[in-house]
């Protein structure tokens, strides 16, 4: 929950110390936000003797959440177990071809991406403002010190404004932000200006 990343470094003292029968599942829901040229793109890593399977969703920079449809990316024979267990047709064929249009809309990407950077950049300035600390993020969302996240939760609630708490990830002092549309972005501004002007 946090919109770090691991470097390619880190990753590869990872991939030496984890023994060959054991799985690693590198879940890229955020891959396609990640600007750092050093983030690993953990299918360079495949090969014959390790077990990697890397997961991957349309959920995020496509904006398909609604679909249900992400791919995974495995040898031959790890997919084939997967298949074994998978719910037969579990991705429809209205989604498959959602997800094919939405990897081929360049532009949409693009402008995500776009919105997104610019997004960061005014909610970075604001919670300097706010004197609120959060964590430098590589994704769409910041993991941002509220103070008692559960009660800001709450007030933003009832504004109208969904955030995340964190307590259940072990940061109860945090709300999990996701970026949004400029307009989103100044509405969660103002309210958590609010929030936590009213919390002390
Ligand atoms: C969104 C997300 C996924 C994938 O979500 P689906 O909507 O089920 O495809 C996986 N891992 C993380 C960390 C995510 O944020």
Known sequence: PTGTIYRRAEWKR??????????????????EFVRDSDYPDSMEDHDDRRLIITLRTFSKIFG?????????????????????????????????????????????IARTLQVNAEGMTYL???????????????????????????????????KGVIVRPMHGYGYPRHVRISVGLPEENRRLVAALGEAIGAQS
């Open 14 to 31: 990872f991939l030496e110390r984890v023994p060959d029968h054991v799985v690693i599942a590198a879940d890229e829901a955020y891959f």
């Open 64 to 108: 398909l959440a609604g679909i249900r449809v992400g791919y995974a990316v495995a040898r031959p024979d790890m997919i084939q177990m997967l298949d074994k267990v998978r719910q037969p047709f579990n991705v429809t064929s209205l989604a498959q071809v959602a997800a094919i249009a939405g990897m081929d809309d360049r532009a949409h």
């Open 124 to 158: 970075e300035g604001e919670f300097a403002r706010l004197e609120l600390p959060f964590v430098p993020s590589h994704a769409n969302f910041f993991l941002v010190d509220v103070g008692d996240g559960r009660a800001v939760y709450d007030k933003l609630l009832r």
